[in-house]
């Protein structure tokens, strides 16, 4: 198609209030990322131009969900707003309970304490941060069951968050159905990249859990976002909605944990959702030890009027759209600039292959850490480790886990950047890109005990 004749697509929304973002100077940038020990995590959001170090909680809200913050009911039991959340998230995932929490990590705390024992093990599509460490908390271990291709950053699978069912009969044969609690799926799997998984696949993994009466539950943090992709991508799927695709997904599932500052377009929130009422009660019970009454958990009920609404925006076609072409569009930009990037590009952030870009750096000098504080000083822009620090140690061993990723997340924020944003980002990426043999690696000289990528300091080497 011709230029003249192309038709492109825009945010399906405008701008009615801004907040000014501050430059810095190369040398305030130095002092900063030194003050910060070379993590992005400790650095201060005001010494940032543009902040992609997370997708979570850094969403715009929509002039509904704040008119919906005004009609908060901060009763302390049985507010309204409960009552809102629990229908939305019954009518949009087909869950029937509903247990609230004040994010995604207390709905994992929940689940894993109620129903891991010691010695159980969790397979899952790939590992996240805080799920595993709940479980490992719980006494479980978490087993891999992801596709091969998934740690491969240049394998174009189209469903790398696809679990290898095969490496999952292997740990129930291993195993036996009695030491696993559940299998964990994650929809849009974020440490893969933001890769979806398939419903053919999710399916299959499905009907294998039922031959084993084994319990499959969802981490649904963005599964409208996964939907997005199955749309586009899977046979079959093109001319359903958003909405009823997700909710495909969610009847494979018997319960999920949501951490609603992705999808659900909110600053906090997040809920634990279940099918099995008896499982329920003990979340419930639960629930009111680490977090708050049942019907508010750990949110105000304003906040739960806004995942309410939120919700039903996520599943909206045009928005879903805009959100994950705004990821391309950065994706592919730096892509033309030689960059090396995690392929197919991914729901809610681009990565970068931090191996593939230093290929001078040992893992064990960290990097994506490094890259990522490269970035920072190059323009202010904040982006994110996931790789060798992010893993942490294996608890047997000792020793850093070395996973074959090694990323720098580049995440975006929904409905917050403009695609002038995504360009200068793109630019300092491959200006630093063009410096790269020059960048040296980081010594860790503070670890903390867990989820150490959060608060360890590290200095250059
Ligand atoms: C896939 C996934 N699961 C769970 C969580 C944990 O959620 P939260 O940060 O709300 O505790 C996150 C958020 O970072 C996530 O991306």
């Known amino acids: 198609m011709s230029e003249k004749r192309r038709r492109s697509w825009a945010e399906p929304f405008k701008i009615k209030m801004v907040e000014p973002i501050k430059m810095t100077t190369r040398a305030e940038r130095e002092a900063a990322i030194r003050e910060a020990g070379y993590n992005t995590f400790l650095l201060k959001s005001e010494d940032v131009y543009i902040d992609l170090l997370t997708d979570s909680g850094t969403s715009a809200m929509s002039d509904r969900q704040w008119a919906g913050m005004m009609l908060g009911d901060e009763s302390y039991a049985g507010s309204r707003n409960f009552y809102h959340l629990e229908a939305a998230v019954r009518e949009i995932y087909g869950y029937k309970y509903v247990v609230p929490t004040h994010q995604g990590r207390a709905a994992e705390h929940i689940l894993s304490q109620i129903t891991i024992k010691p010695g159980d093990v969790l397979p899952g599509n790939m590992y996240f941060t805080t799920t595993r460490l709940h479980q490992e908390l719980a006494g479980g271990s978490f087993v891999d069951v ?20 095969r490496k999952l009969q292997a740990v129930i044969d291993e195993h036996g159905a009695g030491k696993i609690p559940y299998v964990c ?3 849009a799997v974020n440490m893969a990249g933001g890769q979806p998984l398939s419903l053919a696949n999710l ?7 039922n031959r084993y009466g084994i319990r499959v539950i969802h981490d649904a943090t ?17 001319r359903k909605t958003i909405a009823e695709i997700v909710r495909e997904i969610c009847d494979q599932t018997d319960g999920c944990t949501m951490s609603a500052k992705k999808d659900a377009l909110v600053n906090i929130g997040g809920f634990l959702a279940l099918n099995d009422e008896a499982l329920f009660d003990a979340a419930r019970n639960m629930v009111v030890v680490y977090e708050g009454l049942h019907t508010y958990g750990g949110m ?6 806004a995942v ?12 879903i759209k805009a959100r994950v072409g705004q990821v391309l569009y950065l994706g592919r930009k730096v892509q033309e600039f030689g960059v090396p990037i995690v392929v197919p590009i991914g729901s809610h952030g681009v990565f970068l292959d931090a191996k593939a870009f230093l290929p001078h750096l040992d893992q064990d000098v960290y990097p994506a850490q490094a890259l ?5 000083l190059d323009s202010g822009v904040r982006a994110m480790e996931r790789g060798n620090v992010s893993a942490g140690r294996d608890p047997q061993t000792g020793r850093n886990r070395r996973p074959n990723l090694e990323l720098v ?33 980081l010594k860790m000289v503070y670890e903390p005990a867990q989820l150490r990528f959060f608060q360890a300091r590290f200095e250059p080497l």
């Open 146 to 165: 992801i596709i091969d291709e998934a740690h491969d950053p240049a394998s174009e699978h189209p469903f790398k968050g696809n679990v290898d069912l």
């Open 308 to 319: 309410a609404i939120g919700l039903h925006e996520s599943i909206d076609y045009e928005h």
């Open 185 to 187: 799926i994650a929809t």
């Open 409 to 441: 997340r580049l995440t975006i924020p929904r409905r917050v950047y403009t695609q002038a944003h995504m360009d200068v980002v793109a630019e300092s990426v491959a200006e630093v890109y063009d410096q790269r043999t020059a960048i040296k690696g």
């Open 372 to 376: 990522a504080a490269e970035i920072y």
């Open 222 to 238: 963005r599964v409208a976002e996964n939907a997005y992709f199955i749309k586009d991508r899977e046979p079959g799927y093109a």
């Open 300 to 305: 105000a009920g304003r906040d739960m009027e």
């Open 203 to 209: 399916k299959a993994v499905r009907e294998l859990c």
